[in-house]
């Protein structure tokens, strides 16, 4: 396979030389496979959308290279890029009807009229927007804009396909519908995309691999398992998953057969000596502060676990999340029962090795999953 | 509006009708003396009852002017044509000029672009006195006094800045989004500009041609100064009634109508993007 987008080293500042500068995205490396979906997640301001209008071209690149399909494309015109774009605002043509504005993007293309007519209806119906073709984009709902936008930018052949939040404004249903329908189309078409979302239900449904950004720095670029599985740093760790993981900062003791984790004074997690690798025990020994992540799914209530003191318990219609406090801090625990215990409530948490995420307290590295070396 | 009372829509008729008597007074006043003689219109007390009559405007058209002692040539038809050719072509350039330049300033923030913004609308913080002075002096030196090109030239005083900040506010109005979504299916900066920025601009870029249209028909000091005879548009035209004889009441209400009938006309032809243009516009400059 080819990397069909090529991101090196791109950087973008705002306001070069002034106070207000801002270093909106940092030496980003980045490559996309042809055929391949990939997803911008983070939170607001963490250079997602600045990266993707430089790639489009609507904002310069301050440092670096993009290139597409093997051509550099970072002094291009938007035009010359061959790009396709879903905006976030929509941006439809005002003045002409939905049918009007998705055929437009097929303009340049200079098909016949009824492959144009077909290509629109057939985009319409994947979008549910087929009833809504001959009206004006002010006589139509937001949801139904969005869809539009995205049916313009999804009719294109184009080298790459750029979304910007593509269905931010879309019913619950309706996303999970065409999540589905979008994602089978642009496999089949054999198309590129890449798009930014901060929803990573919609990163985790719809994309091949997943760059999680914060602060301008590419955190970690990973399928979706190994993000779950195997997050990079205290950063992805913390942000991929529902309910966030549970952090501790914890100090290592390793004696003959046992390692100990000690979360607070009266708090230790011990397990036996084996469930370490050699390496392992000893980094974590030399380190003089560990964080220890635990996800909510694997914190397993049992009878001889450690004692917690339940303070909150949320039924979500297939799954109950109980917090409970912990060590001087709370951890949260994720059952698929209608359960049980109510405020106030004690229960004992037990932790398996292999649910362990190590990570360095200095510089947030991850250690270690489930007692091997990351 | 349907839960307005009976009586609530009378009082808002009633009101709106004593606005509109106000307001359309002096011009009502006016049209009636244009159709009276100046002996009419002078006597006292004032009357409604006359019988009317267009010799005042036969006598506008016909650049007669005659009073009880003399006659004299009037060029009264003249002036009316040096206000159309100056007020279209100043509002021509300062579209063609200020138009691209508004686009710029709303879409290309540069160093120092509201600096050159600012100075362009300072323009009309200035004495036009204190700025034709001077003009005056250099425009005898290269030849451009008393002559159409200069008058549209200094006209620009009048016309860009209005049409600059009013239609900067509107293109600051299009998402700029929507132009990108443009450039990226294939389209030139310009052709954007011209399919894309210029149409959805388009009511504001009416009300302000209108309103430097306006703006410029009304000036008086710059082609007072600055204009002989065969160059004057009606308003400084208008001296000429002002005669040694006595001032000639019902021709200069005769003249008034025909001068003002042209912006009355426009003003009312486009009065919803008038409105629509100079809310919008300002509120977002």
Same mark, same amino acid.
């Given at each position: ?374 | ?131 034709? *002075?001077? =003009?005056? +002096?250099?425009? $005898? ?7 159409? #090109? &200069?008058? !549209? ?110 912006? *009355?006309? =426009?003003? +009312?032809?486009? $009065? ?7 809310? #919008? &516009?300002? !509120?977002?400059?």
């Amino acid at each position: 396979m080819t990397a069909q987008l090529h991101l090196n080293s791109i950087n973008k500042r705002y306001n070069p030389g002034t106070d207000h500068e801002v270093h909106a995205v940092q030496d980003l490396d980045l490559e996309v496979e042809r055929g391949e979906i990939v997803a911008l997640l983070g939170s607001s301001g963490c250079g997602k959308t600045s990266t993707l209008r430089m790639i489009a071209g609507f904002e310069e690149v301050s440092a670096g290279e993009v290139s597409i399909d093997g051509r550099r494309i970072d002094r291009l015109a938007p035009a010359k890029r061959g790009v396709a774009m879903a905006f976030e605002g929509y941006s439809l043509y005002p003045p002409l009807s939905i049918r009007e504005n998705i055929a437009f993007a097929l303009k340049s293309e200079k098909l016949p009229q009824s492959d144009v007519d077909n290509r629109v209806e057939q985009i319409a119906a994947l979008l549910e927007i087929s009833d809504i073709l001959d009206k004006r984009p002010n006589a139509i709902s937001g949801g139904q804009q969005q869809r539009a936008s995205l049916g313009r930018a999804l009719i294109r052949r184009a080298d790459l396909h750029v979304l910007d939040e593509p269905m931010g404004q879309l019913e619950p249903q309706l996303r999970a519908i065409l999540r589905g329908r979008i994602k089978h189309y642009i496999k089949e078409h054999e198309l590129t995309a890449i798009l930014v979302t901060h929803d990573q239900t919609e990163a985790n449904a719809l994309a091949d691999r997943i760059a999680v950004m914060e602060g301008g720095i590419l955190q970690q670029f990973d399928t979706p398992e190994n993000l779950k599985n195997r997050p990079a740093n205290i950063f992805t760790g913390a942000f991929i998953g529902e309910p966030p993981m549970n952090l501790f900062s914890a100090v290592a003791g390793v004696s003959d057969d046992q390692v100990e984790l000690r979360l607070s004074a009266d708090t230790a997690l011990r397990y036996p000596v084996t469930a370490f690798s050699e390496e392992l025990r000893q980094r974590i020994q030399h380190d003089n502060g560990i964080m220890i992540g635990i996800r909510p799914h694997s914190v397993q209530l049992t009878e001889e676990g450690l004692p917690a003191e339940v303070f909150a318990n949320q039924w979500l219609g297939d799954q109950t999340h109980i917090a409970a406090r912990f060590a001087g801090a709370s951890i949260v625990s994720v059952v698929h029962d209608l359960a049980l215990p109510r405020p106030g409530d004690q229960i004992n948490v037990s932790i398996a090795a292999a649910d362990l995420h190590i990570f360095d307290t200095k510089s947030g590295d991850a250690l270690s999953h489930g007692g091997n070396l990351a | 509006m349907d839960h307005t009372s009976f009586l609530e829509r009378w009082f808002r008729r009633v009101a709106l009708s004593i606005i509109v008597i106000f307001f359309m007074f002096p011009i009502f006043w006016i049209v009636l003396m244009s159709l009276q003689t100046n002996e009419t219109i002078l006597r006292s007390p004032p009357s409604m009852s006359f019988v009317p009559t267009f010799d005042n405007y036969l006598a506008i058209l016909a650049g007669r002017l005659d009073s009880n002692v003399a006659s004299m040539g009037i060029n009264f038809v003249n002036n009316l044509m040096n206000s159309i050719i100056l007020s279209v072509c100043s509002v021509a350039v300062a579209l063609c000029l200020g138009v691209p330049a508004a686009y710029a300033f709303a879409r290309h923030k540069f160093k120092g672009s509201e600096d050159i913004a600012f100075t362009l609308l300072s323009f009309r913080f200035a004495p036009p006195l204190l700025v034709l *002075l001077p =003009l005056t +002096l250099y425009f $005898q030196e290269i030849g451009l006094a008393d002559t159409y #090109l &200069g008058l !549209v030239w200094v006209y620009q005083l009048i016309c860009l800045p209005l049409i600059l900040w009013i239609v900067r506010g509107y293109f600051e109005d299009i998402s700029p989004d929507i132009e990108y979504a443009y450039r990226i299916a294939g389209h030139s900066w310009f052709s954007t500009f011209r399919k894309i920025a210029l149409p959805l601009a388009g009511p504001g870029i009416a009300a302000a041609g209108l309103l430097a249209f306006i703006f410029a028909w009304n000036n008086f000091i710059f082609a007072l100064v600055l204009a002989s005879a065969d160059k004057q548009p009606v308003t400084v035209g208008a001296l000429a009634f002002v005669t040694a004889s006595g001032i000639q009441y019902g021709q200069i209400a005769a003249a008034i109508v025909l001068s003002i009938a042209p912006t *009355l006309a =426009l003003a +009312l032809w486009a $009065q919803k993007y008038l409105v629509e243009g100079l809310s #919008l &516009g300002a !509120v977002k400059g």
